[in-house]
């Protein structure tokens, strides 16, 4: 499985920008998708995940600003992100999880500056 991100960039704060990432390879139908962060000198976190369904978890700091949603036929999930703040500057990974593996993609910067 491979994954492909895109769409990150440099925005002033309280604009807006969306993430995608396409996967390519066998996917199953039990595939969790999400979108994952990294700011510089700490560690990895989720941002947000999305089952095959439709149902998400997000984390609490991002709750009301971001939107993760999937399109299963061209096996891509998204990342909207609204009302972005400084501290939301970091390289945002794309994920897979399936079958206990974890797939990563390359990661895209985001700086959030006036």
């Known amino acids: 499985v491979q994954l492909q991100a895109s769409g990150g960039g440099s925005v002033q704060p309280g604009g807006s920008l969306r993430l995608a990432c396409t996967a390519s390879?066998?996917?199953?139908?039990?595939?969790?998708m999400g979108w994952y962060r990294q700011a510089p000198g700490k560690k990895r976190d989720m941002v947000a995940q999305i089952l095959r369904v439709g149902a998400a978890i997000y984390a609490d700091s991002v709750k009301g600003r971001f939107t993760i949603s999937r399109d299963n036929a061209k096996n891509a999930v998204y990342l909207q992100m609204d009302s972005l703040k400084p501290e939301d500057t970091a390289v945002y990974y794309c994920?897979?999880?399936?079958?206990?593996?974890?797939?990563w993609g390359q990661g895209t910067l985001v700086t959030v500056s006036s």
């Open positions: 994920n897979l999880l399936q079958r206990g593996s974890d797939f």
């Open positions: 390879g066998p996917i199953f139908s039990s595939a969790v």
